[in-house]
């Protein structure tokens, strides 16, 4: 997402150190009204709720585009139109905060899910 409040925790259920990325999907060709709504509700914490939204945990992802021409950003960077992966590298960095603690709850009864139902959710 291009804007985000500095308070919004768009990633509800991201764990410092569980060696996964946080995957959201969406239908691209939902009513723009719909997906205004999905976005809106991200404040709220009810993003997760609704039917329209796929969220994974992963260790990758490729993108192929399948287009010859087009338009690449990633973090507001070009980047040469062309297949891209990203992938973990578990362990490579420190996390700090404010506290010294995880700052976000997490989505509602996240804590019973085992790693491995994460990743085949």
């Not at 192929?64 to 040469?80: L, V």
């Not at 973990?88 to 905060?97: A, D, E, P, Q």
Request: include cysteine.
């Amino acid at each position: 997402m291009a804007y985000m409040a500095p308070d919004t925790n768009m990633f509800q259920a991201a764990c410092i150190n569980d060696g996964l990325m946080d995957l959201v999907t969406f239908d691209g060709t939902l009513p723009i009204t719909t997906s205004l709504g999905m976005f809106l509700s991200v404040e709220s914490g009810k993003f997760f709720d609704s039917p329209h939204m796929s969220y994974k945990k992963i260790v990758a992802y490729r993108i192929t585009p399948r287009d010859k021409e087009g338009f690449i950003s990633i973090d507001g960077e070009r980047i040469p139109f062309a297949p891209f992966q990203a992938e973990i590298h578990k362990g490579m960095c420190k996390v700090l905060s404010k506290r010294g603690v995880y700052e976000a709850a997490g989505p509602r009864n996240w804590d019973r899910v085992t790693v491995a139902e994460r990743i085949h959710a």
